[in-house]
């Protein structure tokens, strides 16, 4: 079982990505938490996620810029980002709890491995 995120790359200031994270392997149950973000020097920190009532939360710095998305395949969650700024630079880490196809109906706590988001000035 693992986390895919995909997407990342070199843009300039104002240009937007799409981050995909795609989960696959022997799966009963995936529940997309959300995207969180490490810059150089920092702790990592939260960008955007589905709360338990269904929404969506953002932190302050991205609301208006980022868009958290499930796809229309069970497996896929995406991150809409526009108008990127260089602060936006920074690796990019997807989360999910999935129950493994084992029997157990346990849920674990999956991290992507990362995509890096470069934004130029």
């Known amino acids: 079982v693992q986390l895919q995120a995909s997407g990342g790359g070199l843009v300039q200031s104002g240009g937007s990505l799409r981050l995909s994270c795609a989960a696959s392997?022997?799966?009963?149950?995936?529940?997309?938490m959300g995207w969180y973000r490490r810059a150089p020097g920092k702790q990592r920190e939260l960008v955007a996620d589905?709360?338990?009532?269904?929404?969506?939360n953002y932190a302050d710095s991205v609301k208006g810029r980022f868009t958290i998305s499930r796809g229309d395949a069970w497996n896929m969650m995406y991150l809409q980002m526009n108008s990127l700024k260089p602060e936006d630079t920074a690796v990019y880490y997807c989360?999910?709890?999935?129950?493994?196809?084992?029997?157990?109906?346990?849920?674990?706590?999956?991290w992507g491995q990362g995509t890096q988001v470069t934004v130029s000035s």
């Open positions: 989360n999910a709890d999935i129950v493994v196809a084992n029997g157990k109906n346990r849920p674990s706590n999956y």
């Open positions: 392997g022997s799966i009963f149950s995936i529940n997309f």
């Open positions: 589905f709360t338990s009532g269904g929404s969506t």
